[in-house]
Nanobody
Framework: QVQLVESGGGLVQAGGSLRLSCAAS????????MGWFRQAPGKEREFVAA????????YYANSGKGRFTISRDNAKNTVYLQMNSLKPEDTAVYYCAARIWGPGYVPNTEKWATNFASWGQGTQVTVSS
């Protein structure tokens, strides 16, 4: 059973930075692709970023390109989301997600949530103007 626990959320002023962490209770963490999603009040959950188990395989939503960086530490079973130059519109609950992707897996970039099967409980990020 996969358990994901997010941390690192909080209140930050616009222009500031936060680093989110997601600790995964997974026996073979390195086999899993990991993702970050977010959901703002009254809006649908949206994709933020994803990372394959192999180095270099990263994906970003346009909203975070150039500002957000996803990374992982397989030795610590942890995935991170470094968020810089935060904007009030980044305010949301941020969720971590996981699923095994095979080496040839091509993610569905139209429906990112379908690429993941396990979800954390979320961490609140609030960006004040």
């Amino acid at each position: 059973q996969v358990q994901l626990v997010e941390s690192g959320g909080g209140l930050v002023q616009a222009g500031g930075s936060l680093r989110l962490s997601c600790a995964a209770s997974i026996r073979t963490f390195s086999n899993y692709a990991m993702g970050w999603f977010r959901q703002a009040p009254g809006k649908e959950r949206e994709f933020v970023a994803a990372i394959r188990w192999t180095a270099g395989g990263t994906y970003y939503a346009n909203s975070g390109k150039g500002r957000f960086t996803i990374s992982r530490d397989n030795a610590k079973n942890t995935v991170y989301l470094q968020m810089n130059s935060l904007k009030p519109e980044d305010t949301a609950v941020y969720y971590c997600a996981a699923r095994i992707w095979g080496p040839g897996y091509v993610p569905n970039t139209e429906k990112w949530a379908t690429n993941f099967a396990s979800w954390g409980q979320g961490t609140q990020v609030t960006v004040s103007s």
